[in-house]
C-alpha cells in the first residue's frame, strides 16, 4: 500500500492504474520522475515500467517506453489485443510507440498536469479514457513541488507554464 506520508489519495483500483501507480511511486522512490506505464492484455499483466531518465540519464526512457523495452518482442497480434496505461497523459514520442505497434486502448491515470497526445491519439483511432485517478496526480504534483528543475527539464520547460501545445504556431513541450 501507498504510505500516508507520500500520497493521502486512495490507491487505484483499477488494476492496470494500479501497476502503473506502482512503478510511478517506484520511480519517485528512486529520485526519479513518478510516472509509470503497464501493458495488460485481457487483464494480465504482460509489461510494466516507469520513467527512468533521471535514474538511467536516458531522454527517451518514458515509463510507456520503459514498459515497451520490458514487454520485449512481441507478435503484433498480441499489441491488437492490448491495452496501455500510462499514470499520465503520453507525449507524442510514447503515443507514436502505442501507434507504431497497434495498441488500440489507452487508459490515462490523470491528464490535469498535462493534457498532451490525448487527442492525437484518438484522432487516429485509438480508444483514450482518463480514469482521472486522484493518487497518480497527488504524486505527481508533490514531485513538481519538490523538483520543479527536473519536471521541466522533462517536459522541455512546457510545463512550468501549463502549456503542452503542438500544434503549429504552439509552444513545443
Known sequence: MVSASIVSAPF???VGIRVAFEEALAGYREGGLPIGAAL???G??????RNRRVQDG????HAEMSCFRNAGRLPASVYREATL???LSPCYMCSGAALLFGVPRMVVGESRTILAADD???SRGMDVTVADDPACYELLQRFIREQPAVWAEDIGEAGTQGKYDHSPGG???
Open 171 to 173: 509552444a513545443a513541450g
Open 40 to 42: 495488460l492484455v485481457r
Open 58 to 61: 536516458n531522454p527517451i526512457l
Open 120 to 122: 492525437w491519439l484518438r
Open 44 to 49: 494480465e499483466v504482460i509489461a510494466r515500467g
Open 12 to 14: 487505484p483500483a483499477d
Open 85 to 87: 496505461y500510462s499514470t
